[in-house]
Every structure is written in C-alpha cells, then in structure tokens.
C-alpha cells in the first residue's frame, strides 16, 4: 500500500493533495450545469470534455486496480467517474436532439469501445508485469496527446501579442497539480504517473512566462491568411486531452455558440482542460487530470 502506508508519508501526504485538487477541479463544472438545469437548454456548451474527463478517470482506474495498491487513484478517478456521468445524464437531458446523438455515438465510441479494445487487449494477451506496464505507457500516451493541446494557445498568445486566451489562474493551477503528482509518483517510484506531469509542469511554467511577457502588451490583428486561420480557430470545436483525471467546464457565450480548446493536462488527477473561446475564459474553465 504504497500510497497510504505510513512508511511513505510524504507519498501519503502528496497523493491526498493530489485528490483534493482534482477533487475541486471535477466540481468546476458545478455553475455551467446550473445554469443549464436553470435554462432548461444546453445552447452553446460542449459535451465532449466531459466525455474525455470520463474516459481519462476510467482508464487510470483499470491502470490502479491492475497494478494494485494504488488507492489514492483509484478514489480521485472514481469519484471522478461518478461526477462526470452525472454531468453526461444531464447534458443528455437537456441537449437538442442533434447534440444528444453525437454525445451518445461518442460515449459509444471512446468510452465503450475504445476502452472494451484497451481492456480486452491488455487483458487477454498481457499478463503480470507486461500488463501493468502496457497499460501504463497507454496511460502516458493518453496524458502526452493532451500536453500537445496547450501549443495551439500559446500559438495564439504570440501572434495576436493577448493573454485573453491563456489566463494566469489556470496556468498556475496546472502547475502546482503537475507538481503534486509528479512527486506522488516519484515517491511511490511510479514513472508512469510522475513522467507525464513533468510535461504538464514545463508547459504550464512556459504558459505563465508567455502571460507575463505579453500581459502588458498592446494586442495585434493578425493580417491575411493568419487573420483567417485564427478566425476559423476561434469556430473550430478541437477535441484533445486527459491526464489520469480531467474534468473540464466550458462556459457559455451569450452571442456566439463557443468553440473548445483543451489546454495541457494529465495523470492521476493531474490534466486539466483549459477552454477558450471568444469571451474570456475564467477559473472554471478547468478540466482535470491527476
């Protein structure tokens, strides 16, 4: 019981941490389903994060149960479980008939089949060691494949010389959770936890360096084709992330229906899922990971 032995207290102590934030994390998308639930309509949300932050939780907990002893995943990524399907019944409730079948054909598709395949997989042609490890390096590959998402905003940071899109809050936030579950799996000598977050780490101190270098700048117009590239960006719904818990809350613009970007996330209740959209996004615009 390497996370909760009393021989690994600081293990212990950082994985408690570790849930608590991602804990928190998963309850940001409290306010959006209240006004939906208030509205009676779904206009202008996604449900896509919330399906990823799904499957994100339920991969780490086949990971958890695999390997054994690992009881600090196993209760931030079910609890994860339980909150995000909540989220999806509701959404289903309340989306248009449109939008309610493409959440169906994609919770059929990741969370049913991708998943069956990954479990049936690693079950019936792994065993002991072998299984935790390929199961693990599935886990990673997931949580990198979400790192990459924060480099479309940055991009944008530079080129338009704004931080509208990148706030400080949740960079920061993305640090410090990369930090607690890197140690978490340094201290319990678990790579395939504490590796991903190294990158969550490095991107989340790259995104805090670009807010404070451009906070104070005057923004640019991109010109040309980069004016057209951005715009199309700012429609264009980009469907990336996870970590071991994601949970992402995307907020409603009253104009426009918003697109989705998933910024940097990642392991055990690590990922977060950062939403940008024309409006200026605000702290809970989190998604998790651990």
């Not at 928190?24 to 932050?53: C, E, H, N, W």
């Not at 949580?143 to 706030?167: C, D, H, N, W």
Request: overall charge positive; hydrophobic content about 50%; aromatic content about 12%.
């Amino acid at each position: 019981m390497a996370g909760l032995s009393l021989q690994h207290p600081w293990a212990f102590a950082f994985g408690l941490l570790g849930n608590l934030i991602s804990f928190m994390t998963f309850l940001a998308p409290i306010p959006t389903f209240y006004r939906i639930y208030k509205s009676k309509s779904t206009d202008g949300f996604q449900s896509v994060p919330y399906v990823v932050a799904l499957f994100s939780s339920m991969l780490w907990i086949s990971y958890a149960l695999i390997k054994t002893n690992e009881t600090l995943l196993i209760t931030i990524n079910a609890a994860g479980c339980v909150i995000e399907t909540i989220y999806i019944v509701m959404y289903l409730v309340y989306a248009p008939k449109k939008a309610k079948l493409f959440t169906i054909k994609i919770v059929l598709l990741l969370n049913v089949g991708v998943f069956g395949i990954i479990l049936l997989v690693t079950l019936l042609l792994f065993a002991g060691e072998r299984r935790v490890v390929t199961l693990g390096w599935v886990c990673v590959g997931f949580a990198v494949g979400v790192f990459v998402a924060p480099l479309s905003i940055m991009r944008r940071v530079i080129q338009t010389k704004s931080v509208e899109y990148m706030p400080f809050s949740l960079s920061l936030s993305l640090t410090l959770s990369a930090v607690v579950w890197f140690l978490y799996g340094l201290l319990i000598k678990d790579k395939y936890v504490a590796l991903p977050n190294v990158l969550g780490f490095t991107f989340g101190v790259v995104q805090m360096g670009l807010y404070v270098f451009y906070m104070n700048k005057t923004p640019v117009k991109a010109e040309g084709k980069e004016a057209g590239k951005l715009a199309a960006a700012e429609e264009e719904h980009v469907i990336v992330n996870i970590a071991k818990l994601s949970p992402a809350v995307p907020m409603k613009s009253p104009q426009v229906q918003q697109g989705t970007e998933m910024a940097a996330p990642t392991v055990p209740s690590v990922g977060y899922f950062l939403l940008t959209e024309r409006q200026q996004p605000t702290e809970s615009d989190l998604i998790r990971f651990p």
